[in-house]
């Protein structure tokens, strides 16, 4: 038999096929105040400026998150009309102004903030100062540490601005040349996270339908004399998971200075994710200080499978070959552009599994 290659991403194409009563895509998140809103379905109004096209030259109000062409500003390109000789694509940029809160019981706090989705370039400025570097590229989220900048106890002033048509060719050749609409603006959530000093920056968790849930997380600050507490209950029922040796949680300490700290545990008695019975739980990380109190919680829903690719035979999951059916999804919307929300995600995800499909290739 040829050698077998298990996967440990916690994202793959099966993952796209959720029971359709849990589907809750942009959902509120515990450590989340969003300045935006998240979805089509759900929007703020912040002060707008666009250089060229419809409604230009002028402040006006619009919705995030949402391309601007779908809000009445700037020109619509198809991006065919990069290879038509003498034709460019339309270049307009956007100004992007909101005003919001930053109490003084922040203070002593690290103040982040994430943009989901920019199209294209991103020069963000917090009260007239710069966040940092311009991001580029239009279908990844992106942070930015804005502690310092921010005045406690007073209004503060975000600034984003958007360059539709990106500086930089590689990224242009990869995400706007080719058959679909070229589109500016932000289109996908904006918010604040306010965390410890030292707290939990990203994991990443793999469990088996086996019950083994192994956790790579990476930590920001010096974690050492800290504990990552690991708990996992029923999403149906809300009830906690056992572990093997019959305690409720797994707990890590941190022995060391290091960035990346390693988890594994194994519960007992779990239902395994497979497509047609989306079996799925919470998985809740708590870190604890030195003084023993839990100053940071992270939560994320999982499913128990294993995914196994064996060449020239086939896809395995549970140990079961998967035949792999499928089409493609495009995340737009006639109302939004590329920005959707968790309704037509669910109505999506209903029409495909009434097709006996079970597996997605999602674009973008």
Same mark, same amino acid.
């Given at each position: 038999?040829?050698?077998?290659? #298990? ?72 991006? #065919? ?219 994320? #829903? ?63």
């Amino acid at each position: 038999m040829n050698k077998k290659f #298990r996967c440990l991403l916690v994202s793959l194409i099966f993952t796209a096929m959720w029971n359709g009563a849990t589907i809750q895509a942009q959902a509120p998140h515990p450590e989340r105040i969003y300045l935006s809103g998240t979805g089509i379905d759900n929007t703020k109004t912040w002060d707008f400026f666009c250089s060229a096209g419809q409604n230009s030259g002028k402040w006006k109000k619009i919705e995030v998150p949402c391309n601007w062409e779908l809000q009445g500003f700037g020109e619509y390109t198809y991006g #065919r009309w990069y290879t038509i000789k003498g034709q460019r694509p339309s270049d307009e940029t956007g100004t992007y102004r909101y005003k919001f809160d930053v109490p003084k019981s922040w203070a002593g706090q690290r103040v982040k903030i994430f943009f989901d989705g920019v199209m294209t370039d991103a020069e963000i400025m917090i009260n007239g100062k710069p966040a940092g570097e311009m991001h580029q590229g239009g279908f990844y989220r992106f942070n930015y540490d804005i502690t310092e900048l921010l005045n406690l106890g007073k209004k503060n002033q975000l600034e984003v601005k958007v360059a539709k048509e990106s500086a930089n060719r590689s990224i242009n050749a990869a995400e706007r040349k080719a058959d679909w609409w070229l589109f500016g603006g932000i289109y996908r959530p904006v918010w604040l996270e306010v965390l410890p000093q030292v707290h939990m920056e990203h994991f990443v968790l793999n469990a088996d339908h086996q019950g083994k849930l192994q956790a790579a997380v990476d930590m920001a600050g010096d974690a050492k004399g800290h504990e990552i507490i690991v708990s996992v209950r029923s999403l149906k029922d809300g009830k906690n998971v056992y572990t093997s040796n019959g305690q409720t949680t797994i707990t890590h300490p941190i022995n060391n200075s290091n960035k990346e700290q390693m988890i594994s545990g194994e519960w007992a008695s779990i239902i395994p994710w497979s497509t047609e019975n989306p079996n799925l739980y919470v998985a809740k990380l708590e870190l604890k200080n030195p003084e023993g109190k839990i100053v940071q919680t992270r939560e994320t #829903r999982i499913g128990f499978r294993t995914v196994e690719f064996f060449p020239q035979d086939g896809v395995y999951l549970n140990g079961t070959k998967l035949v792999v059916k499928g089409i493609n999804r495009h995340s737009f919307s006639v109302d939004g552009g590329r920005t959707t929300s968790a309704a037509l995600s669910r109505m999506d995800a209903l029409l495909i599994k009434e097709m006996n499909m079970n597996a997605i290739r999602s674009h973008y």
